[in-house]
């Protein structure tokens, strides 16, 4: 069978797929603050799960009021 082969020419989309890919990338806006930590390379998380025996983390990446409130405690947390 061919299931162990890799594919060496990518996949073929329509015109009509194409152009809706476009038009989604173009509406696409992320918030300063995020776009900020991307560029510095460091994303702010939160963890939420619970601890426990699994060794299994998982969380989100902060956004919005819940961003800010941190990058202000972070940046007391600097100064003091």
Do not use: M, W
Request: aromatic share 4%; proline share 4%; net charge positive.
């Amino acid at each position: 069978g061919k299931e162990g082969e890799e594919k060496d020419e990518p996949e073929k989309k329509s015109r009509h797929v194409i152009a809706k890919l476009r038009a989604r990338a173009a509406k696409q806006k992320l918030e300063p603050l995020i776009e900020d930590q991307f560029q510095s390379g460091r994303l702010l998380a939160a963890i939420a799960s619970r601890p426990g025996q699994s060794g299994c983390c998982d969380g989100y990446i902060l956004e919005a009021e819940e961003l800010v409130f941190y990058k202000k405690k972070l940046e007391k947390k600097k100064k003091a």
